[in-house]
């Protein structure tokens, strides 16, 4: 969902180019004083104006200019637009645009022809760039030539999404609902939904490629949506969409978590009319907690004219721990828009010292700002990062390694330049104390797992150099190896046998994992590659065989990719993530490092893709707001803060497990029993993911353990507390597939 609106800023963006700047002088005149030549096309909401040198301009009703559209240009190809013509097009259906016939330069004459077409929708304005050339042009990075006036404040880009019911029944997700950038200024906003790559524009251009129709003939389209400033991203994707209703939810708090249950947790929600006319909208809500129980919920129906919006902050109870799952839903005339987030309570935990840590993140992005992001870390006992500055980092209590990469081929005809490139790598790791430097990334599958393809071009140009520079240079910095994909055993003896493994100071790999506990072993899926504790184990015995090297898990996943059999559901999630440190540590790893805290993408920060699974590893969703996995990763970590394991528990029963660990103030063990076995999914097409608060484990196994106080504090994957009374030194507990983490046994 779109964040909350952001505040105007105090003074205009000096950065901007001004429209008198870049423009022609006469491209700025007001409407009424338009050249005899121009065309002009004049709606309630706004007015769109040709002028004599095939500029375009959309202006308020009161003819102030808001942006100019002066062309396009191929960027990657030879062509662009100088100047044209407009004249007034001639569109069935009494629907009215402005035409603008191209003059096109830097191409061979007559090659290359471009026109655009502005259609005056009511609310909106269309465009259409058609464009004739040669099939063999490269037109994947054409632009728009675009020019936005001054007196705003900063652009934003705002990637919608769009909340959707599952087909078969499973989980919502979110779907792509286009990409807009707002600007506003203090009477106005205007959003342009420009489909390309948000982080290529300036001030007077913006990517817009164009699609190939058939051989010789390409067309790029986009939209602009003027509107109030109180206007969300939500409501012109809306419009944009042909649809009637829009709806959105946020808060003012950061990732939706707050501290305390003092007070019941705000939601601001906002319904918006898009249609044409008046609707009587019925919004209803729930909110419920893990174990489903509704909590909060309302309905409400409410007539509302032609774009007016309903805003309101319902209040949910909140937990003393715990997540709050919300939906908010809107109604009319059979339409349906609706949203999704959560709320949630963590309570302050002050971590220990933490120099034995493994617990890491892989991978963070700084929203909604780094301040906010740092504080998260704290709070959630990090004390490693797969990369970053620890000049930085040091103050907030966290480590941080450095992860560089490339590709395998990559100056392999220019060694010089790699030499350089490898050199600077080292260097900078000194200069900022990165003790780890982890180089390249899972070029082991390139060619396929066990085949070790790259395995000589990785010792030879890259690893052995870079021990050599460090050794040379005196450098400090560690070397740990290419991020393995899984263990495999193959490549890494090939890097015994090319004389790389004695470079190594540590082994780092990725234990990717599917529709298995993470407590999945080779004994439970023979020939499973994918699995946690399975591939950690092999990695063991690899390097037992090949010398002893400590073993860095430098990404661990728990994706919550909806509806998919191979991928966790966003219950089983919390679990693993459980689980996955506690055998971590039963295993003795130097380092987990969670991938990663926020679903998005290093490239599409804050997108929203529902068809791949990249878009869902967080443990945060889109909108910030917290998954069960954030609150399991808090809770595992506080439990095994300061702590060291002891052994493995045995039980009457073979399904039954317990891992022992102890702490400064006593001992804490996690249970768990797999009567329901350890796949997780079948694998289906037709799979639909349960939700959250649905129970999966069928079977639940009664164990009596000694307890020698009056009782003892399960928790749950979560952290949520219950207090099971003991008897004559012997409690009760019921077990399944989740893991439970005990406090007050008696170790024996």
């Not at 407009?86 to 259906?93: M, S, V």
């Not at 937990?319 to 959560?342: S, W």
């Not at 065989?545 to 860095?552: A, F, V």
């Not at 590893?617 to 808090?634: F, Q, T």
């Amino acid at each position: 969902m779109a964040s909350a609106p952001v505040a105007p800023a105090s003074v205009p963006v000096a950065a901007r180019a001004t429209l008198r700047r870049v423009l022609p002088c006469f491209l700025v005149v007001q409407f009424a004083a338009m050249g005899a030549d121009g065309v002009a096309i004049q709606r309630q909401r706004y007015a769109l104006v040709g002028l004599p040198d095939g500029v375009v301009e959309l202006r308020t009703p009161n003819g102030r200019t808001l942006a100019a559209f002066q062309g396009y240009r191929f960027e990657w190809s030879p062509g662009r637009t100088d100047g044209g013509e407009c004249e007034l097009a001639d569109l069935p259906d009494g629907r009215e645009g402005i035409r603008v016939h191209y003059r096109v330069a830097e191409t061979p004459a007559g090659d290359v022809r471009i026109e655009s077409l502005f259609e005056a929708l009511p609310r909106s304005v269309h465009i259409t760039y058609r464009i004739e050339a040669p099939d063999d042009t490269n037109l994947a990075g054409a632009m728009i030539l675009r020019t936005i006036a001054e007196g705003g404040w900063p652009e934003q880009t705002l990637k919608m999404g769009r909340w959707l019911r599952h087909e078969r029944g499973g989980v919502s997700y979110e779907a792509p609902d286009g990409l807009l950038f707002r600007s506003a200024w203090p009477d106005v906003a205007l959003f342009s939904a420009v489909p390309g790559n948000a982080a290529w524009g300036s001030d007077w251009a913006r990517h817009c490629p164009p699609k190939r129709l058939e051989p010789g003939r390409f067309e790029a389209q986009l939209d602009l949506v003027p509107a109030a400033p109180e206007v969300r991203g939500t409501e012109a994707a809306a419009l944009l969409g042909g649809r009637s209703l829009a709806i959105d939810a946020w808060t003012d708090q950061p990732f939706h978590l707050w501290e305390s249950a003092d007070e019941p947790l705000p939601l601001t929600v906002e319904t918006a009319n898009v249609n044409e006319s008046p609707l009587d909208v019925r919004r209803s809500w729930w909110a419920r907690d893990l174990d489903g129980t509704i909590v909060a919920e309302g309905d409400e129906t409410r007539r509302l004219a032609d774009e007016e919006r309903w805003r309101e902050t319902l209040t949910v109870p909140a937990p003393e721990r715990g997540i709050v799952f919300v939906e908010v839903r809107a109604e009319a005339n059979g339409q349906e828009a609706f949203t999704r987030t959560t709320l949630a309570v963590l309570p302050p935990h002050e971590f220990g010292p933490g120099e034995e840590s493994i617990f890491g993140l892989a991978a963070t992005f700084p929203v909604p700002s780094q301040t906010d992001v740092d504080r998260l870390m704290q709070r959630m006992g990090v004390r490693w990062l797969r990369g970053g500055d620890p000049r930085r980092t040091e103050a907030l209590g966290i480590n941080a390694n450095w992860h560089a990469g490339s590709s395998p081929d990559a100056m392999e005809d220019r060694p010089a330049e790699r030499e350089e490139y490898l050199r600077k790598l080292i260097r900078e790791c000194d200069e900022r104390g990165n003790p780890y430097l982890e180089f390249a990334n899972e070029w082991n599958m390139i060619g396929g797992i066990g085949k070790a393809e790259q395995a000589e071009v990785y010792v030879r140009d890259w690893l052995l150099p870079l021990d050599r520079i460090r050794r040379e240079t005196g450098s400090k910095v560690k070397l740990l190896s290419l991020g393995l994909s899984g263990p495999d055993p193959a490549f890494l003896a090939r890097v015994k046998e090319l004389g790389g493994w004695d470079a190594l100071d540590g082994l780092a790999m990725h234990p990717g994992r599917g529709n298995y506990t993470a407590d999945c072993t080779e004994r439970e899926a023979p020939g499973e590659y994918w699995t946690f504790l399975g591939a950690v184990q092999q990695a063991r015995a690899a390097v037992a065989q090949l010398g002893e090297k400590p073993i860095w898990v430098t990404e661990a996943y728990a994706c919550t990719f909806p509806n998919s059999w191979w991928h966790d559901t966003l219950r089983h999630a919390a679990e693993n993530i459980v689980l996955t440190y506690a055998l971590a540590m039963e295993e003795g790893l130097c380092c987990v490092d969670w991938y990663q805290l926020v679903d998005a993408t290093w490239y599409d920060i804050g997108g929203v893709n529902h068809k791949d699974p990249e878009y869902h590893y967080g443990l945060l969703y889109r909108d910030g707001s917290v998954k069960p996995s954030l609150l399991a990763y808090c809770t595992i970590a506080e439990a095994l803060d300061e702590a060291r394991f002891v052994r493995r528990m045995t039980f009457d029963s073979p399904t039954t497990h317990g891992l022992w660990f102890r702490r400064p103030d006593g001992t804490v063990a996690i249970l768990w029993d797999r009567t329901d076995g350890y796949r997780l999914s079948e694998k289906s097409d037709e799979y639909a993911s349960p939700e959250p608060w649905i129970d999966p484990w069928p079977t639940k196994v009664a164990v009596t353990l000694p307890a020698p106080g009056g009782s003892v504090r399960v928790l749950d994957c979560i952290g949520r507390e219950t207090i099971v009374p003991s008897q004559d030194g012997q409690v009760t507990l019921t077990l399944d597939g989740a893991p439970r983490i005990v406090y007050g046994l008696r170790e024996e």
